[in-house]
C-alpha cells in the first residue's frame, strides 16, 4: 500500500537552492510575516501551554528552509505566520518539535539543519527569542525530532532517528545539563520516520512511539524503573504518530494519518487500557502530512493539526467531553 507522499519533495528544488545559496536570516528580535505560508516541507508541531492565557503555538518549516510560528491565546484569532529565521550555517529541513513549559515561561522548538545536526532555540517571557543552539548529532534526512518538557521544567528529552535508523535520545536536566546521545535500540523504523513522545504531568512515565516498517506503531516507556520494551500497538500508518498524554495521567492518546489520507486515533484510558484503531474524516481531500497532537493541561481539550493534500495549508480540530469533535479549520 502506497503511503502517504512525503511533503519534502513538494519543496526539493527550492531547498535545495537554499542549500548552496543559503536562507534569508532574520533577527531573534525581528520576526517578520511569512511569505509562503502554504509551501511547507512535513507535518506542523504544536504545543500547548496552562500559562500566558491558555496559549497555544505551532511550528512549521517552509520551502525556503526557515522556522514558521503562529499562535493562538484563549480561543482568540491566530496572530498569523512569522519568519523565525534559519542557523547561520545551514538551512532547516522537514519538520519541528515544540514543547512549553506548563507555565508558560519557557518554549522551546528542535529541528534538523540539512547537515544533519539538531538545532534548538527558547522563547523564554521578558526575554524573547535566543539564538540558535546546535546540539550536534548525525540525524536521519529525512527525519525530524519531537521533544518534551516534564511539567516541573527540571528535564527535556528530545528523540530523533539517526543515520543508522536507530531511535537516539538526548536528555537535559537543571542538575547536569544535555547528556550524550543514547541508543533506544528501536524496531526498524520507516523510510523518512521521526518518533513522538510525550511525559505525564508529574514527570512519572515517558512514552515514545515510532511507526516501523511494518507501518505499525511501537511503543517504549520509561519510569524510574527505566525502560520497557518495545510493544507492537498495530495500526496502518504511512506518516509517523503523535502522542500526548492528559495532564491527571488517566487518558494517552495517539495519531497518525493511514496510506489512504485519513486521521487515525488510538487512545488508553487508565480504566480499560488500549482500544482499538479509529478513524477520523480528514481536512479536504486527505490528510497530507503526519499529525500534530496536544492536549490542554487541565485535561478538557484534545487539538490536533495536519496539513492538507490539496491546499496544503495547516488545518486544526479539537475535541471537548461535551462537544465532540469540531469540524476541520484552516489556521493559515
Known sequence: MARVAHPIILCLSVVLLTAFGGPAQSSPADARPASQVNAFLSAPAASRTSGLGGRIDVFQVSCAGTLQQNFQTAGGPWVGWRDLGAPPKTSLTDSPSASWTSTGSRLDVFVIGLDGRLYQRTWTVGSGWSVWVDLGGALAIPGYPTASWTMDGGRIDVFAIDVNRKLVQLTWTKANGWSPWTDLHSPPVMSGGSPSATWTADGSRLDVFVTSTNQHVHQMFWTPSGWSTWVDLGGTLGTNPSASWTAPGTRLDVFGVDPHGRLNQLTWTSDAGWGKWATRPPPQD????????????????LDVFVIARLDEKVYRQYWTATTGWTPWISVD
Open 286 to 301: 486527505g490528510a497530507g502530512s503526519s499529525p500534530s497532537a496536544t492536549w490542554g493541561f487541565n485535561g478538557q481539550r
